[in-house]
Each structure stands twice: as C-alpha cells, then as structure tokens.
C-alpha cells in the first residue's frame, strides 16, 4: 500500500477517534484527573474499551507508579508550553516496561489538556519500523 493510501485509510478511520480521545481529555475539570487518567491510559466512557489498546499489556502496577511521579509534577506539567516539555517530563517519570508509545501516548494526553500538540512526528517502535519499510529518512 503506498504512502497515499495509508494516509487516507487513516484519516478516515481513526483520526475522529483521535480527535474525540483528545477533546475528552482537554475537557476534563481537574488538571490531577488529567494527569492519572492519562498515565492510566484510562480511556473516555464512550469508548468500548477501558484502558487504551496500546496500553493494554502494562500493569497497572506499572502504570501507577507513573501517574504517581506525574502527579507530584503537576506544577511543573502545568507550566509546560509545549508538547516536547510535557514529552521530557512523562520520559523522566518512565519506569521499567513503560515504554516509548506508552511515554509518547500519555504525554499527548496530558498536552491536549493544555492545547499544546506536537508539532513534529514522533516515532516510537512501531512508527519506526513503518518508516523503515517504506524507506522513509
């Protein structure tokens, strides 16, 4: 499938999910609700899952421990005027087996908040080995 096509099979299945995921989590009132439910990867009511595809296969030990990390940064993710600073603070507060895509994902959550999404493309595990069989720099 070339690039093209990828594109557009994307836009029209899962960027509206995208886009609802991230409105629901820049609506919600308390900025500590923010922070737990996106290191939980807890997902919006209206979603047929409760915690985040990508994150199914996290402990929720795991997940925990970062939430808690993030939430004693919370001055500092509030204070935070783009996705890369929101992006640095959830890298430092990573534990072992939360990786990158889970880094990435919850540090998108926690900046749609504050309406400061990426401004650059991020590749994460899989993004990269996309890239690489399509011969992308």
């Known amino acids: 499938m070339k690039l093209e096509a990828l594109v557009a099979k994307y836009r029209a299945e899962d960027a509206t999910r995208l886009q609802q995921r991230l409105e ?3 609506g919600l009132k308390s900025f500590s609700t923010v922070i737990e439910d996106a290191a939980l990867a807890k997902e919006p009511e209206w979603s047929e899952y409760r915690k985040h595809p ?3 296969r996290l402990q929720e030990a795991k997940l925990k421990e970062v939430a808690g990390k993030l ?3 919370a001055d500092k993710l509030r204070a935070c005027r783009s996705f890369e600073e929101v992006f640095h603070i959830v890298d430092l507060a990573r534990v072992p087996r939360f990786g990158d895509l889970a880094v990435y994902d919850t540090a998108l959550r926690i900046a749609a908040k504050l309406a ?3 401004l650059k493309v991020y590749l994460h595990a899989g993004t990269r080995e996309g ?3 399509l011969a992308l720099p």
């Open 71 to 73: 939430l004693r940064q």
């Open 131 to 133: 890239c690489k069989a």
């Open 24 to 26: 629901y989590f820049h």
């Open 116 to 118: 400061q999404l990426p």
């Open 54 to 56: 990508h994150q199914w």
